[in-house]
């Protein structure tokens, strides 16, 4: 059996526009209800939850997979400091 771990989690993210450079991280808020309030949700090329530092591998493997993407949106109750993480991340190019 094939078995891919990173399929396990596609349902906390929603894939919206393949062709969109925009991926939003709610964090601990429902995904569901940000993309409901977004004006044009044709902008985003996936949405979905980020809870903790472990979510951080599932998040860069959707980057890599996606190449187009080269802004994150983080947006949402950060219950778990994972936000603060992922910034530090990026801004320290600890990649």
């Not at 906390?12 to 977004?38: C, G, H």
């Not at 809870?51 to 591998?57: F, M, P, R, V």
């Amino acid at each position: 059996m094939d078995y891919n771990i990173f399929s396990v989690v596609t349902k906390d993210i929603v894939f919206i526009n393949k062709k969109s450079n925009i991926a939003i991280a709610t964090l601990w808020t429902k995904k569901e209800s940000i993309i409901q309030k977004l004006k044009n949700k044709n902008k985003v090329n996936v949405a979905g939850t980020l809870y903790s530092t472990y979510g951080i591998n599932y998040l860069l493997h959707t980057l890599a997979s996606n190449p187009q993407i080269d802004t994150i949106i983080l947006f949402g109750a950060d219950l778990s400091g994972v936000g603060d993480v992922l910034k530090s991340l990026f801004k320290n190019k600890a990649l």
